[in-house]
């Protein structure tokens, strides 16, 4: 993988699911985003999260009992999120969740290629959720995760915006697919920091996967 790809990453998940850049760094090992609209839509999932239950996490005032205590430590969010094996969790029960969910349609049934081509135009763009695909599809989102939260470099997938050009990916599928992310790491009680960084990871990529505004 080439510097300028793996920087891609770093700053431009597009998850959820490479375009050049640097990500904003606090220290050797601590990367954000990079992107303030990501930083502040992620923001706002969280703050919608704590009104509609009720909780909140101002001066020591009620805080979820399904959330852990907010991490103050500067390692990467790689680590804070429990390495490989805490990933692997995330990816584990998002994938169902996500695969379930009519509001996202990963299949993409229904959905056909567009263009000038007219070889291809009217082709079915939808994927099939074989048992091996799937197993594919798990596999790469570990490694994309563990890239751009600051883990190993090891991520075999294809260019995301091009892979997902002709999928016409709209903004409510990819709000709902960043809600199911949100209810996988309130199941897996991650903490609201490393919870809010990694939905500003995954915010970032919106622009080179949606393409229906």
Known sequence: MNFTWKM???????????????????????????????????????AKAAQLTGDTNNGGQKVSTSQAVISTEKKALYDRLGGQQGIQAIVDDYVPRVLDDPRVNWSRKGITRGGLNPLHRGDSVSWDPTNEHVKLLKLHLVQFLELSTGGPANYGGKDIRQSHQNMHITNPEFDAAVGDLKATLDRLQIANQEQKELLSIVESTREQIVTER
């Open 8 to 46: 891609s990453l770093l700053v431009a998940l597009a998850f959820v699911v490479g375009c050049g850049g640097s990500a904003e760094k606090t220290d050797k090992n601590f990367f954000t985003s990079g992107n303030r609209e990501a930083d502040q839509r992620a923001d706002q999932r969280m």
